[in-house]
């Protein structure tokens, strides 16, 4: 598959990997893909996530205060799909798969590369996400020696594409931004 929107291409060369978050409150639990972690602080160790509140783990998420980022491996693309591309109000798709729960209650893939366990801080509205900044509680790996996923490998498993507006679109030959010089 091409990835013909410029703008796409060029979010695409922003390293990045892809994750998947775990989340629980009580005795549900769920997970969802996400391409949008990043470190923010060392002091104390912070992550940031971008979540959309519409999804169906973003309730479990704001109730629990906590959730796990399970970091891919690089031939894990069906697994990203998977839980990106399902929703939990139509099946638990934690049951197809092995995990096992952190510290904080939230669900670890096993058969991930490693996880982060964190605590939610805070809050901010980005546009048709929420930012959610959080202080990493502990984690670990669950892999060795293995590469991570990369986003720019998962072409338009998101279906982010249709998502970006019109007017950054294919702008030419020279992949620019509409109206910049």
Not at 135 to 163: A, K, N, T, W
Request: negative net charge; proline residues 6%.
């Amino acid at each position: 598959m091409s990835i013909e929107n410029p703008v796409k291409r060029l979010l695409m060369t922003v390293t990045q990997g892809v994750y998947v978050v775990g989340v629980g409150q009580g005795g549900l639990r769920n997970a969802f893909t996400a391409s949008s972690v990043m470190q923010v602080s060392m002091q104390p160790p912070m992550l940031a996530i971008a979540v959309n509140p519409d999804n169906a783990s973003y309730p479990l998420l704001v109730e629990s205060g906590v959730f796990a980022v399970t970091v891919l491996q690089r031939d894990q693309c069906a697994l990203a799909d998977f839980f990106g591309n399902h929703s939990a109000q139509d099946e638990d798709k934690l049951s197809a798969v092995a995990w096992h729960a952190a510290p904080s209650g939230a669900p670890i893939l096993d058969e991930g590369l490693s996880y982060l366990d964190c605590r939610v801080v805070a809050g901010y509205p980005a546009g048709d996400h929420r930012v959610i900044l959080a202080e990493i509680m502990g984690g670990g790996f669950l892999q060795e020696r293995v590469r991570p996923l990369r986003y720019d490998e998962v072409e338009d498993m998101d279906g982010s594409d249709e998502l970006l507006p019109e007017h950054l679109g294919i702008a030419g030959e020279r992949n620019e931004f509409p109206g910049r010089s």
